[in-house]
């Protein structure tokens, strides 16, 4: 009879991860089909970057109406690590020369970070009522899912945190293509690469190694970023040794902005009216604050002359490391600075975060210690 009764259970929770299993394909499904309609509606109205914008706008619209979308797991991975590549190949010798000129720029990075955290903290904390590991980790421009984990190691709110960065990873992604035209007289249709017809198969075998075996060599050291510092990585070795020479295909880059964007909007799916009103908020609000900062600090940078007014502006806009990357390549900025100042900054961000979680996990246990004594 116990054994029936087990045999009975197996069954029933193989069927029910064979049926969400199903579901979820139905779901990825439905987010392609939305995907595609973005780029269309977005491709038909004239707009810029519609492989980006279509899909994350289409993405947001559905996931605030109540859609079942799903992210595209592994696809969207694999997306990441052809940004990698081309990052990776743009690192050439002459590149590697300038390094010493972005040095003054380069210094100011940790110094942006720690203006952010005495901003940011205290706004989350103070204004929004956040406990203190979801403050912090809201306000660090670090990677989104880098600051997610690394917030729930903390005791944070991890749908907290994840809205916050979902929305300042969209808004900057929004805002800035609109500073660039206007602002900065910037064109967001520079060529994104060669057709993959006009590639080497020598260069296209090499990108595909580069991002196989950077992407899962990274993740195997435990590197944090992998789809992305892995391939770039590898890549820049092949770049700067002479044996490839080109960017990834246009095709490539527009299949990596097609997964960011969808991405971006499904972060947004099951959303409710609460967090709306208060996390979602709180994260447009913060963003204002970090769009000051930037600018204050991009200025800094041109006005000393340690960079071009463009690549300064992309190099401290706080948003995801992919997203500039993508902005950086279609408006012809100097794709090595650019990056060059978000590595800086991601790895301080991500190199602080496990000792601030070590400290804000003290702080509460010596607080759970001293609460009970008083008991």
Known sequence: MANRQIEATQQAEQKAAQAAQAAGWRHRFLTLGISLVGVAIFWGAGMPLPFLFGPMFACLVASLLGMPLEKFGVISKGARTILGVAIGTSLTPAVIAMLPQMGASILLVPIFILVIGLVGVPFFRKVWGFDPATAYYAAMPGGLQDMVIFGIEAGGNPRALSLIHATRVLLILTIAPILLTHLYGASLDQPLGENVSQLPLSDIFLMVIAALVGWK??????????????????????????????????????????????????????????????????????????????WIFSHIVTGLGFGQPIEAFLAFAPGGQAEMTILAITSGADLGYVVTHHLTRIMIVISGAPLVAAFINRRQSDRRSKSKSRD
């Open 217 to 294: 060599g990274a993740e195997r050291i435990g590197l944090f970023g992998a789809t992305i510092l892995g391939p770039m990585i590898v890549a820049a070795i092949f770049s700067l040794t002479g044996l490839i020479g080109e960017r990834p295909p246009k095709e490539a880059i527009l299949f990596a902005q097609f997964f960011i964007g969808s991405g971006i909007g499904v972060y947004f799916v099951g959303v409710t009216l609460a967090e709306l009103r208060r996390v979602v908020v709180a994260g447009m609000a913060y963003v204002l604050l970090l769009a000051v900062l930037s």
